[in-house]
Every structure is written in structure tokens, then in C-alpha cells.
């Protein structure tokens, strides 16, 4: 009798052994990994900004840990949420219960379209395995307006001959009555007009970009940049906006003749709108 209770107290304590070492094993298991890579973008992760309706297509590789994958999830929020997940290009639905063949590595590819609503939409992507580890990946897909470049640039030419008022200007908003003592003077009549800094001229090349510059900057009623004395080269950039219209223009040049009719300034550079 004595040496049954021995055998079954030995039992006992091995089967409260085994099990305080699986317990320890689970806990101290290696959990999965998960690469995503968002393939139109080249990125792996954090902020994507794209235009309404372009393609997102995220490609994974999911590995096991210690223990076989289970399943894979897929998930949207916010702005243009997705309902339901589309199917993968190897034809799985989500959530996914991964196969025995899968249960060691697990890639696929998934297409989105990004929807037309401007904000932010979080894509995020789980891997779990059969103890409940898992990993994630998420990616803020932001949908922002499409940018419409400046035009080319296109040459101008504002004169002013004697006392007249200037001509050339008033696709701009602009007005050249007077000029002071030693300066022509181009005033505002109806635009709105910024200086801007030089690097201006090639650093902004969008519509969007030169309507932040000029609601962002300070405006002038007026332009007084081109001498009334002298002839001259300048390196003078504005931004102006006049009936729904923006320009970027570039003043380059300033010629100062005198003749019959009196003084003639005529100014000229380029402009991009």
C-alpha cells in the first residue's frame, strides 16, 4: 500500500512538472513574424499619401515562431473604410485560416483601391498562431487631392511710355499708373500679391504649392523692384492672384529709354500659371 501511494504521489508530481513546463514553454515562445510591403510605394510601413482611386497592393510574408501560423486578418478604418476585404491573389478571404501545408510560412498579395475621399485610412494586417502570438503591420494610406503643375513658362512685357498707364498688366490684376522718384511703381487693381523669395521661381512648380505661398505670405499693394532711372537686370519673383487665377512671375529685365514721347520703361521676365 505504502509503495502505491509512492508510485501515484510520483505520478502526480511529474504530471504538475510537465505541466508547469509547457506553461513556462508557451510563455516564453517565439511569436511570429510579418513583413508587409506596400508595393506601389516601395513602403513597409507608417504614412503612404496617394490620389483619389489608385491602387494600393501590400505584399506579405508571415513566418512561424515556435509554433505553426493560424490565421490572418485583415482590417480598415477611417476615412474610406472597406467592406468587405477584397479576395487575395491567391483567392483567400478574411479572416484566414492558414492550411497545415501554410502553417510555417504564409505569402500572398491583397489589392485595394484607396477610395475618393480625401483623408486617412489605417490598413493593418495580424498574423496570430495557435497559442496566440501574433504580429502586425499597419500603414496610414492618406488620399490628398491630385497636384496640377504651373504651366510652362510664358514671356511677358509691361510698358509704360511718358505719363500714359502702363499695358501688359492687367491679365494680372495689375496697374502701372506712376512711377516715384526713382522706381516704377506696379500696384495692385483687384489681385492679390506676394514677394516671394528667388528660389521661388523653380522651387514651386505646382498649383497647390504657389496658392500656399501666397496665402501664406505677406501681401503688398504694390511693386516698386524695377528702377524708373536706369536700365537693369533683376531676379524678382511674385506671386499674384487675380480672379480665381494664381501666377508665378518673374521679373528679369527692366529697360529705361528716353525719346520724343518721354520716358519708356519696359519691364519684362516670365510667368507660369
Not at 505553426?68 to 467592406?83: A, E, K, P, R, Y
Not at 476585404?85 to 500572398?108: M, Q, V
Not at 528667388?198 to 500656399?212: C, P, V, Y
Request: negative net charge.
Amino acid at each position: 500500500m505504502k509503495r502505491r501511494k509512492l508510485f501515484t504521489l510520483g505520478i502526480a508530481c511529474a504530471a504538475i512538472m510537465f505541466t508547469t513546463s509547457c506553461s513556462d514553454d508557451d510563455a516564453d515562445a517565439v511569436g511570429p513574424r510579418l513583413d508587409v510591403t506596400e508595393n506601389m510605394s516601395g513602403s513597409t510601413g507608417s504614412e503612404i499619401t496617394v490620389t483619389p482611386g489608385s491602387t494600393l497592393q501590400f505584399i506579405w510574408d508571415a513566418r512561424k515562431g515556435d509554433t505553426d501560423l493560424q490565421t490572418f486578418t485583415v482590417s480598415t478604418s477611417g476615412t474610406n473604410t472597406v467592406s468587405p476585404i477584397p479576395t487575395s491573389e491567391l483567392g483567400a478571404t478574411f479572416p484566414y485560416t492558414i492550411p497545415n501545408a501554410r502553417k510555417a510560412l504564409y505569402i500572398d498579395t491583397l489589392e485595394f483601391n484607396a477610395g475618393s475621399n480625401l483623408g486617412v485610412t489605417t490598413y493593418t494586417f495580424t498574423i496570430r498562431d495557435e497559442l496566440g502570438n501574433s504580429a502586425s503591420r499597419s500603414f496610414d494610406v492618406t488620399v490628398a487631392a491630385a497636384s496640377t503643375l504651373l504651366s510652362a513658362p510664358q514671356n511677358f512685357t509691361w510698358q509704360r511710355v511718358g505719363g500714359q498707364n502702363g499695358t501688359g498688366l492687367s491679365q494680372f490684376g495689375l496697374q502701372w499708373t506712376n512711377n516715384s522718384a526713382t522706381n516704377a511703381i506696379i500696384a495692385v487693381n483687384g489681385a492679390t500679391m506676394v514677394p516671394l523669395q528667388a528660389s521661388a521661381w523653380t522651387n514651386i512648380t505646382t498649383q497647390e504649392e504657389l496658392d500656399n505661398a501666397i496665402n501664406t505670405g505677406t501681401p503688398v499693394t504694390q511693386y516698386t523692384g524695377v528702377s524708373s532711372q536706369q536700365s537693369g537686370t533683376y531676379n524678382d519673383v511674385l506671386g499674384v492672384s487675380y480672379q480665381d487665377n494664381n501666377y508665378l512671375i518673374h521679373v528679369t529685365n527692366g529697360t529705361v529709354t528716353t525719346g520724343g514721347s518721354g520716358t519708356t520703361i519696359v519691364i519684362t521676365g516670365q510667368y507660369k500659371d
